[in-house]
DNA sequence: TATATATCGATATAGTTATACCGATATCAA
DNA sequence: TTGATATCGGTATAACTATATCGATATATA
């Protein structure tokens, strides 16, 4: 385990709550308030900010600009990430062409495929040698996944966002997550005739 | 609380054991095994399986074919699901076309846009009368999303799939998944950072 | 300046999820 | 046929996550 461990769920907090100080720049805010408006605990979202926030004022809450200066720090926003995606169907096309990575200055830097139209998979190599690449993206139909994974393993990434519908093997430092919609849909689904049979 | 409640955590699980199951078919599997391949425990998986199976015999295990179709039953993959979408960008069209979706018995029936070569969003009423939707997709742009949910929402359709950036405002009885490409890549890197630091 | 109050942040409690343990049982091997 | 054993499924325990409680404090108001 490390060491500041944090569970997934508040690290999957952490955005929406930027996004929602996003409205209220040059102003306060209360955790009584931010709670309330994203339908969580007032508690839990104090014990939240107070784990990467320089604090907040009694009787008056956090200043705006300040903690999402800090929730930028502590999610790394202010730093450069840098991604290369392989694959480019649809759904690798709409990855590297999506706008919304911006915010968190995440750049994809190079869309490689079999295909012309795209860089060459065989110089994935060449470019990884003069880039740090924090991520691959791997949108590849499934056959493929692991080969992929593998070689974008050889050039030292140690993150893989993968849309392919298969679990991939990888060593223990590495960081794989898996983002399957056909799965991600069905439970939605089962959650929608569960409620409906109430 | 529903009265059959459980876990997110849980329902995320049984996807996973149904993809590896079918390498497995005309076998028998035991927990222990299947738990090894997951890297999950096994404790944890013969709970899961208790839940919605018939039951495994000592010593052998599981029934692969059964323990599918029992997994089936439970996640309704036998019964097929309706989803239409609305907002044909990149993203809308790769979701469209995708194919991983016929394992799981969903088929999204139409696509909405307000582009000619698609059916125009006005039309969202009328389609919606004739057939019983369960799921609508957005992936509009934000500013849009509201809407277009509303929308949805006036045609009885009681789950959204939704791609925008932004909280959408619904009724109680009406679930919303949120997938925030951006933010869950931005979490993949946190992790990957954190990581790397030890 | 003095008092009331909303909020913070720390500690304690509750609730949820995963793991450990153990007797019962069906299968395999002798 | 008999004994050994792997696995099941239930109960008990531990770990983790969220909530409740409460004193301290900075601000606003009188």
Redesign the interface.
């Given at each position: 385990m490390?060491?500041?461990y944090v569970s997934?769920a508040f690290?999957?907090r952490i955005?929406?709550y930027l996004?929602e100080l996003e409205k209220y720049k040059n102003d306060y805010i209360s955790s009584t308030t931010l709670a309330n408006i994203?339908n969580l605990g007032e508690v839990l979202v104090r014990k939240d900010l107070a784990k990467i926030s320089q604090g907040g004022k009694p009787k008056i809450g956090y200043h705006v600009m300040d903690l999402m200066n800090d929730i930028k720090d502590y999610?790394?926003?202010n730093n450069k990430?840098k991604?290369i995606i392989v694959g480019m169907?649809?759904?690798g096309?709409?990855?590297y062409?999506?706008s919304?990575?911006n915010?968190?200055n995440?750049h994809i830097l190079e869309a490689f495929d079999i295909l012309d139209d795209y860089k060459n998979i065989n110089e994935i190599k060449d470019f990884c040698s003069e880039q740090d690449i924090?991520?691959g993206i791997i949108t590849v139909p499934k056959d493929q996944a692991q080969n992929v994974c593998n070689l974008l393993l050889s050039q030292g990434i140690?993150?893989i966002?993968n849309f392919a519908?298969?679990?991939l093997n990888v060593p223990e430092?590495v960081?794989v997550?898996n983002?399957?919609?056909?799965?991600?849909?069905?439970?939605?689904?089962?959650?929608?005739?569960?409620?409906?049979r109430?």
């Open positions: 490390l060491q500041n997934e690290l999957e955005p929406l996004n994203l999610m790394g926003y990430s991604a169907g649809r759904l096309n709409a990855l062409h999506y919304g990575f915010k968190y995440i924090d991520v140690k993150a966002w519908p298969i679990r430092d960081i997550q983002e399957n919609l056909a799965d991600s849909l069905s439970i939605l689904i089962k959650h929608k005739n569960d409620v409906v109430k």
